[in-house]
């Protein structure tokens, strides 16, 4: 078991059979979809992170808890991980193009597209959104995802 710390909740754990060189991975990637639509309970800088920590890990196949690839029975491979840390990266990076363009930082998350992801699982609905959460954690900081003192007194 590997706790990656504070990327989705309080933080999610990846399950590694080394033997058989599986994965079993939830809600930190899902194959062939973006991100879920306004990424709520995410801290996306300790995503990437925790994304970058699995790449190292030393596995071929994986389960995903979400999988929207075309034939989710077969599972999925490092590759997935890879591609949406990817996702990730391309979706701030059209955001920032957009600023260098002037456009209206209100505006960017209407007018932003990321064409390499249209083909996607809910990149019509949930882009917009997506671009929101990303944008709003790079100008006001991530939801910081640190149980606080009352709440740790208490439990």
């Known amino acids: 078991m590997h706790y990656l710390g504070m990327n989705h909740g309080l933080g999610m754990t990846v399950f590694l059979l080394p033997e058989k060189k599986v994965a079993y991975i939830a809600d930190l ?11 709520p309970d995410f801290n996306i800088k300790e995503w ?10 030393d596995f071929d196949k994986a389960v ?3 999988n929207d690839k ?3 029975s077969k599972g ?11 996702f990730i990266r391309d979706l701030r990076a059209a955001i920032y193009a957009e600023f260098k363009k002037g456009t209206n930082p209100f505006k960017v998350p209407n007018v932003v597209k990321v064409p390499k992801y249209e083909h996607w699982a ?5 882009l917009e959104m997506n671009a929101w959460r990303l944008l ?13 003192h009352a709440y740790e007194l208490k439990n």
Do not use: C
Not at 136 to 143: A, E, I, K, N, Q
């Open 136 to 148: 709003l954690d790079d100008w006001m900081g991530p939801f910081p995802w640190r149980p606080t």
């Open 70 to 72: 075309t034939d989710s």
């Open 122 to 126: 809910m990149y019509d609905q949930w």
């Open 64 to 66: 995903y808890s979400h």
């Open 29 to 39: 990637v899902s194959p062939n979809r973006v991100l879920f639509t306004i990424v």
């Open 76 to 86: 999925g491979t490092k590759q997935d991980v890879a591609d949406n840390l990817q």
């Open 48 to 57: 990437e992170r925790s994304l970058e920590e699995i790449l190292k890990l």
